[in-house]
Antibody
Framework: QVQLVESGGGLVKPGGSLRLSCVVS????????MSWVRQSPGKGLECIAY????????YYADSVKGRFTISRDNAKNSLYLQMNSLRADDTAVYYC?????????????WGQGTLVTVSS | EIVMTQSPASLSVSPGEGATLSCRAS??????LAWYQQKPGQAPRLLIL???TRATGIPATFSGSGFGTDFTLTISSLQSEDFAVYYC?????????FGGGTKVEI
């Protein structure tokens, strides 16, 4: 069955960095756009980054543009999110998810989420 | 950015009764609208895509309707496992955006 497993969350100080990973199994990873969606009590669900199946195209929400970088390694069936210059309002559960319809898509498979807490 | 507004914020329903949840977009999203269910401690689960197409494995007690800016999710007869938070999401353009959710409680 399809599994998405995130890792890399934790407690980090404001201004710090963190790298999230998501390993995907049970589907042909290289065929699909993937995304990171975060959920915080204050802002609800927010899709913050998208990457095309080849990795050639990326899209970012304004809230993370210039600070976060989405990438993928199709040989390792893995998705990544490099988060720099972290702020308190980046505190959230981060989910990786599949967007089967390309650039603008719904999300049909989700990981269990990894919690990122930004606090001094 | 397209703003998605859900109403009501919460809804109290008895088991066996039906529920109607609303979602409004700040501009037309055509039929590019999805619904999700989320239970505490779990990731969202896709229920509906394309405004009215049930996702794989979703029972017929869930139905979606609407076009343009106004959408509805109907749960025909609530079972205990249906008490959760429901979100709508537009994928008409970037950034894709979610509504604030409707909590359906007993």
């Amino acid at each position: 069955q399809v599994q998405l497993v995130e890792s890399g969350g934790g407690l980090v100080k404001p201004g710090g960095s963190l790298r999230l990973s998501c390993v995907v199994s049970g589907l042909t990873f290289s065929d699909y756009y993937m995304s990171w969606v975060r959920q915080s009590p204050g802002k609800g669900l927010e899709c913050i980054a998208y990457i095309s199946s080849s990795g050639a195209s990326t899209y970012y929400a304004d809230s993370v543009k210039g600070r976060f970088t989405i990438s993928r390694d199709n040989a390792k069936n893995s998705l990544y999110l490099q988060m720099n210059s972290l702020r308190a309002d980046d505190t959230a559960v981060y989910y990786c998810s599949r967007g089967p319809s390309g650039t603008y898509s719904w999300f049909d498979f989700w990981g269990q989420g990894t919690l990122v807490t930004v606090s001094s | 950015e397209i703003v998605m507004t859900q109403s009501p914020a919460s809804l109290s329903v008895s088991p066996g009764e039906g529920a109607t949840l609303s979602c409004r977009a700040s501009q037309s999203v055509s039929r590019n609208l999805a619904w999700y269910q989320q239970k505490p401690g779990q990731a969202p689960r896709l229920l509906i895509l394309g405004a009215y197409t049930r996702a794989t494995g979703i029972p017929a007690t869930f139905s979606g309707s609407g076009f343009g800016t106004d959408f509805t999710l109907t749960i025909s007869s609530l079972q205990s496992e249906d008490f959760a938070v429901y979100y709508c999401q537009q994928y008409h353009n970037w950034p894709v955006t979610f509504g604030g959710g409707t909590k359906v409680e007993i």
